[in-house]
């Protein structure tokens, strides 16, 4: 990863290069923002740029140095990430437990590997739990050596004060659609047509990039957007219609994906869409435009942005489709 990759953020990534350049480290980050404003992307590549041999040179990761090499295998041996797990196989919901913290520990304080900085990322630090949360304020307080931690969070609200006060706080913000399409522009496509439908069918996420190419998600988006709307022509069908129209696995064999796309949570990718679609409606006026229908919408918009909590809890997706679906029709069709 590199730093020019990354959309937007200008300063945060000046500030970060800056810190690289100088070798002049805090011993702990937050990185707190929205969904989508990059701060995992910032953090991994920042957690490179450390390491990197020439950043200096380039002043940006090489991406070919022995130590870029491993960090983008993720084998990196002074590296460590840390993202909520688990706590059964039963368990609904996703926390960062005092094992996970405890085992962090104990790895700062071996001998560094390769002599190097020792770092952590912490992923949605915010799901530690009350146990992990004050083992790991030990850590902040006397951290190891030459260590790093770097935190990721979009609820810095639910953070312990204790340890918000220990961390450099730096801000995200998501990427403006200008920046987006003049990134695009430069790195993706020459067509302005092709990046302002991505942009739009996206609602200006960078986060669809690492799966897809641009031709590839509008596509598919088309495709979804085309089967809503043969969907919708027939409301009573919708809840029947939804098994058969979004079975997950046969949604994504209409295109052809990138070898990436393997890993990624299709089913939050296409409740994203769902949400785009409805959004795409209300600037066409093809929903009305009176105050009440706009706040049914965005009503249902976030309705549909909870039903990612039923994936977190083993929901059949089904259902949760299904019900996605049926929140479309009832703004749709009336």
């Known amino acids: 990863m590199k730093f020019s990759d990354i959309i937007g953020n200008d300063r945060v990534k000046s500030l970060l290069k800056k810190s690289i350049i100088e070798n002049n480290y805090a011993k702990a980050y937050l990185f707190f923002g929205p969904p989508g404003s990059g701060k995992t992307r910032m953090a991994y590549t920042f957690a490179q740029g450390i390491l990197c041999s020439d950043f200096t040179e380039h002043g940006d990761n090489c991406g070919v140095c022995p130590a870029c090499k491993l960090m983008g295998d993720a084998n990196y041996p002074d590296f460590y990430s840390v993202a909520p797990t688990k706590k059964t196989k039963t368990a609904r919901d996703t926390t960062i437990l005092i094992e996970q913290i405890r085992t962090l520990q104990r790895n700062l304080s071996l001998k560094s590997y390769y002599k190097s900085y020792k770092i952590a990322v912490i992923e949605e630090a915010h799901k530690m739990n009350i146990n992990s949360a004050n083992s790991?304020?030990?850590?902040?307080?006397?951290?190891?050596?030459?260590?790093?931690?770097?935190?990721?969070?979009?609820k810095k609200n639910l953070l312990l004060p204790t340890i918000v006060s220990r961390c450099i706080s730096i801000p995200f913000t998501k990427p403006s659609r200008a920046e987006m399409k003049v990134w695009l522009l430069e790195n993706f496509t020459?067509?302005?047509?092709?990046?302002?439908?991505?942009?739009?069918?996206?609602?200006?996420?960078?986060?669809?990039?690492?799966?897809f190419s641009i031709g590839d998600y509008i596509a598919f988006t088309e495709s979804i957007f085309s089967q809503l709307l043969t969907l919708l022509q027939n409301r009573d069908t919708i809840l029947r219609k939804a098994i058969e129209f979004f079975d997950i696995q046969d949604v994504f064999k209409q295109i052809k994906l990138k070898k990436a796309m393997e890993s990624v949570d299709k089913a939050r990718v296409l409740l994203d869409i769902f949400s785009i679609f409805l959004l795409e409606r209300l600037k066409k006026h093809d929903i009305p435009c009176a105050d009440a229908a706009i706040e049914k919408t965005l009503k249902a918009i976030d309705d549909i942005e909870g039903y990612k909590v039923l994936i977190d809890r083993n929901v059949d997706f089904d259902i949760i489709s299904a019900n996605a679906l049926n929140r479309i029709g009832e703004i749709c069709m009336n």
Request: aromatic share 12%; hydrophobic share 30%.
């Open 190 to 211: 020459k067509d302005e047509s092709e990046a302002d439908k991505y942009i739009a069918y996206s609602d200006a996420n960078p986060r669809y990039l690492d799966y």
């Open 136 to 154: 790991f304020l030990k850590t902040l307080e006397e951290p190891p050596g030459d260590t790093i931690i770097i935190l990721i969070t979009d």
